[in-house]
């Protein structure tokens, strides 16, 4: 079980609209991990199970799409990620000893958005 490194990826617009399964598969074909995931694919999610890493159902909670060929942070992907930590669209199934890192990990692009982190409100 892993959080994934913090990217510090650069923030696409505002008023993009966030598609998570449009946007996976332009990670990873942007990844070149149309087979089996890989360290770019990797870098679009905010955590993933570290035994079952050649499994794309291992990745959760996506918050990046390829935006003229670079990978960026979506701004609704950050807010739809927040709100499924706080248990919303049923929440997520991660160890419960990940949930604040992760949170801190995401923290980090919510300060990007100059915004507050639903936990902290």
Known sequence: MTVTQFQDLPLA?????????EADKRVRAWAKAEDSPN?????????????EADEFGA??????????????????????????????RGGVKIPKGEVDRVKAHLAKYYAKLDETPPWER
């Open 13 to 21: 617009d505002r008023d993009r609209e966030w598609d998570a399964a």
């Open 39 to 51: 360290a770019d694919y990797r870098r679009a999610h905010l955590w993933y199970d570290g035994d």
């Open 59 to 88: 990745y959760k909670l996506p918050i990046a799409d390829v935006i003229g060929g670079t990978l960026k942070a979506v701004p609704r992907a950050i807010m739809a990620a927040g709100g499924v930590l706080q248990g919303a």
